[in-house]
């Protein structure tokens, strides 16, 4: 099954657009797990298993396994979570962009090595350093696009060509009309600019977005759905994970994550 | 002492403007490495022994590593080039970017965990993406320009704003004018554009550039030290990786590659 496959199911089997991001950050951790070998392991996969009928993916990012030295338990979250929750793909969130030759031994880093589903890709470097991705059709790509944070704006609200298109809507655009040729894509646009979200759609139809920026980072849901869904009341992947993961601080975190997990999931169903 | 104080240094002690790309494939390896447990590491260290005299850095390509979950031997590697050749500053590839508080964990992935001397950062989600990087005041942080792939035109040659700058002129008016505060920052531009990196000197003074595209990418040493060479004679980090790394198949390897990067620097002084 392909990830836009498995999304698809994931969207209708969960009833939910929710991704629920994993972003583990041990100094936030419940103190019984500070000091285990595997806290990071035995955080995420315990969050995992206590989300997966109310998720339609997961977001390991891969930062916060890099900065701990912790790539084999990355490696053994994501078996853990195709595993037991196999209806719920696994996202890489790692933004990488680089040229073909590069690009290609990061897709193995993704793919074979990790096993991921799908994996964000930054667009700055063009279509050749897109390419190798592509090559694993049955995976998604997921472009950076729109992204949140403040310095989205510096170079991504840039007027280019004749100066109608924002740089954003030249790479949605380019992604639609010339990468997609596997309909494997999607893309990153936050959910703090909902009329940017709504410009993405128009422009890529129902292509999957992944939407970051709800909860932690102050974005709307309603504004979110409205401009975001598809006719199908999907489309979506509203990742929310500091919410989700840091809910709890003690040992019944996982009950915690798990309810606030629920009450996303049910107030964005609320405006599909 | 900072990085930029370490390549000025590089720079003069070396009469070297070479850049010894650090891109190890196992499958070009000579017959006597490639079944090693720690190959990849021997192959570079031992690179790295034979071209330490004649590069004023080292630029290791982390999805090489990663795609083989060789982390541990590229952590090695550098703690081997730091102790053997102190001199020769370590250029973590990694064309990281993301929002704060990931990028705080790539800024611990790559400056605390490997100990780079500076890193390569991908500017499209803007200004407080590059900001955890540039809290490490003494380490480099260089930001991607205009790079030499064909698909590097895709975004960066688009023309912004009122029509007169392309996004790879934005870019580099952004961290010259706005992002370098410290005076730790430098920029990735393309051999195969000499014209490009004229206008991007123009730009940004005497900042560093490195460039990648030497070679293996077919771009001209003439063109590119007319185009970019600052005053001093210096200014640049010409990269060269392939060329040198496989320039012999068998024990004897590392006297090839000593042959290719002191040809290729001694190429590049006669245009200095």
Request: proline share 5%; net charge negative.
């Amino acid at each position: 099954m392909t990830f836009i496959e498995q999304l698809s199911t994931a969207w209708q089997t969960n009833n939910s657009l929710l991704c629920v991001g994993l972003d583990p950050d041990p100094a936030k951790f419940p103190a019984h797990l500070k000091n285990a070998p595997d806290a990071i392991f035995r955080f995420c996969s315990e969050i995992a298993d206590a989300t997966a009928d109310l998720a339609c993916a997961f977001k390991p990012q891969i930062a916060y396994f890099a900065a701990r030295r912790a790539e084999d338990q990355l490696e053994a979250l994501i078996a853990h979570i195709h595993e037991k929750h196999p209806g719920v793909p696994v996202i890489l969130d790692a933004k990488r962009g680089d040229i073909g030759s590069t690009a290609e031994q990061y897709a193995i880093e993704a793919f074979e090595r990790y096993q991921a589903d799908a994996v964000t890709v930054n667009p700055y470097m063009g279509r050749d350093s897109v390419e190798p991705w592509l090559a694993y059709k049955d995976k998604g790509v997921i472009l950076l696009c729109r992204t949140s944070n403040p310095g989205g704006s510096d170079l991504q609200f840039q007027k280019v060509g004749s100066g109608e298109t924002a740089l954003y809507e030249l790479v949605a655009e380019k992604v639609a009309t010339e990468w997609n040729t596997s309909g494997q894509c999607a893309l990153v646009v936050g959910a703090t600019f909902p009329g940017e979200i709504a410009r993405v759609r128009q422009i890529v139809g129902d292509m999957p977005l992944l939407v970051p920026g709800i909860g932690a980072q102050g974005g709307d849901i309603e504004a979110t759905l409205t401009a975001g869904k598809t006719s199908a009341g999907t489309g979506l992947m509203i990742n929310s994970s500091r919410a989700i993961l840091y809910a709890g601080k003690d040992e019944n975190y996982t009950a915690a994550a798990r309810r606030v997990a629920q009450e996303t999931r049910d107030a964005i169903n609320l405006w599909r």
